[in-house]
Antibody, heavy 119, light 112 residues
Framework: QVQLQQSGAELAKPGTSVKLSCKAS????????IYWVKQRPGQGLEWIGY????????YYSEKFKGKATFTADTSSSTAYMLLGSLTPEDSAYYFC????????????WGPGTMVTVSS | DVVLTQTPVSLSVTLGDQASISCRSS???????????LEWYLQKPGQSPQLLIY???NRFSGVPDRFIGSGSGTDFTLKISRVEPEDLGVYYC?????????FGSGTKLEIK
């Protein structure tokens, strides 16, 4: 069955970086987009961007350009998001979600990773 | 960027009654291929969002037929007939027609 497993909670200091992972299983990793979504506690959902592991192509929402960097390791079916120059405003849950080229919707989501930025 | 305005912000419904959520877009969501990429997601407390409806009115696999999506252009509605306890949570509309994709601000459904 399709699963997206996300890495554990992170506590980071301002100005540092964290690298979150999203390990896919149960489907062909290179045939689906992996999207990343931010949710601050008690707030709504915010779309960060995506990576297409099939060719490594990426797209970033303007707001997250320079903040987030997506990579993917096809040998381990794992997508990564590097968040840099952390500030308290980056404290949030980060979800990964799968989207198909033909099945054009988010049909599976990871459980989310909580990032806390605090000195 | 496309702005999706959801109303109401919150909704308190008696079990068995109908709930209706509106999602209005700042631009038409009909894509050049003729499809309209408007989706609805439910985020239950403490969980990831889950897909309910895609392309305005198509129910995702396993979603009860109590959930009905409708609309076109810039105006869309999600109706939940016969609300059940497991329906509580926050409902989000989402558009995947225009880059960057955007979510609505959410509608919290509470059970009276």
């Amino acid at each position: 069955q399709v699963q997206l497993q996300q890495s554990g909670a992170e506590l980071a200091k301002p100005g540092t970086s964290v690298k979150l992972s999203c390990k896919a299983s149960g489907y062909t990793f290179t045939s689906y987009y992996i999207y990343w979504v931010k949710q601050r506690p008690g707030q709504g959902l915010e779309w960060i961007g995506y990576i297409y592991p099939g060719n490594g192509g990426t797209y970033y929402s303007e707001k997250f350009k320079g903040k987030a960097t997506f990579t993917a390791d096809t040998s381990s079916s794992t997508a990564y998001m590097l968040l840099g120059s952390l500030t308290p405003e980056d404290s949030a849950y980060y979800f990964c979600a799968r989207r198909g080229y033909l099945d054009w919707y988010f049909d599976f989501w990871g459980p989310g990773t909580m990032v806390t930025v605090s000195s | 960027d496309v702005v999706l305005t959801q109303t109401p912000v919150s909704l308190s419904v008696t079990l068995g009654d109908q709930a209706s959520i509106s999602c209005r877009s700042s631009q038409s969501l009909e894509y050049s291929d003729g499809y309209t990429y408007l989706e609805w997601y439910l985020q239950k407390p403490g969980q990831s969002p889950q897909l309910l409806i895609y392309e305005v009115s198509n129910r995702f696999s396993g979603v009860p037929d109590r959930f009905i999506g409708s609309g076109s252009g810039t105006d869309f509605t999600l109706k939940i007939s016969r609300v059940e306890p497991e329906d509580l949570g926050v409902y989000y509309c989402f558009q995947a027609t225009h880059d960057p994709f955007t979510f609505g601000s959410g509608t919290k459904l509470e059970i009276k």
